[in-house]
C-alpha cells in the first residue's frame, strides 16, 4: 500500500532553514506529482507547494513563494521541501501528499490528493 514517511522537521529560529523530506514507497513515485501541504494549530490544511512527476514544472503558495523550493528524486522515491527564512507563521505539522492520478499535473485542490504521511513537526520560535 501507499506510504509516505515524511522527515526533518525541528525547532528552528525565525530566518532559519529546514529541509524536508519524504519518503515514498507502494506506488510508482515517478509517474505521481506530489505536493507538501501542512496544518497550523486550530486551522485547516494548508496547500503550499506542488510538482510534476517529471520534475519540470512547480508551483507554490504565496505565502511561501520566494523562500520554499520543492524537488524530488525519482530515482530514490523522494520528495523534499527546502525552507529558508523561516517565519513563526510557517509552524505547521507538515505532510507530503500523492496525487489522486498519474500523470496529469498536480493541482492545489486538497481534495485531489488521496495519500498522506503521518507529518513532521515544524516550529519557528525565537
Known amino acids: 500500500q501507499v506510504q509516505l514517511v515524511e522527515s526533518g522537521g525541528g525547532l528552528v529560529q525565525p530566518g532559519g532553514s529546514l529541509r524536508l523530506s519524504c519518503a515514498a514507497s507502494?506506488?510508482?513515485?515517478?509517474?505521481?506529482?506530489m505536493s507538501w501541504v501542512r496544518q497550523a494549530p486550530g486551522k485547516e490544511l494548508e496547500w503550499v507547494s506542488h510538482?510534476?512527476?517529471?520534475?519540470?514544472?512547480?508551483d507554490y503558495a504565496n505565502s511561501v513563494k520566494g523562500r520554499f523550493t520543492i524537488s524530488r528524486d525519482n530515482a530514490k522515491n523522494m520528495l523534499y521541501l527546502q525552507m529558508n527564512n523561516l517565519k513563526t507563521e510557517d509552524s505547521a505539522v507538515y505532510y507530503c501528499?500523492?496525487?489522486?492520478?498519474?500523470?496529469?499535473?498536480?493541482?492545489?485542490?486538497?481534495?485531489?490528493?488521496?495519500?498522506r504521511g503521518q507529518g513532521t513537526q515544524v516550529t519557528v520560535s525565537s
Open positions: 501528499a500523492k496525487f489522486y492520478t498519474a500523470y496529469r499535473p498536480p493541482s492545489r485542490r486538497m481534495s485531489e490528493y488521496t495519500d
Open positions: 510538482i510534476n512527476h517529471l520534475d519540470t514544472t512547480s
Open positions: 507502494g506506488f510508482p513515485f515517478r509517474f505521481y506529482g
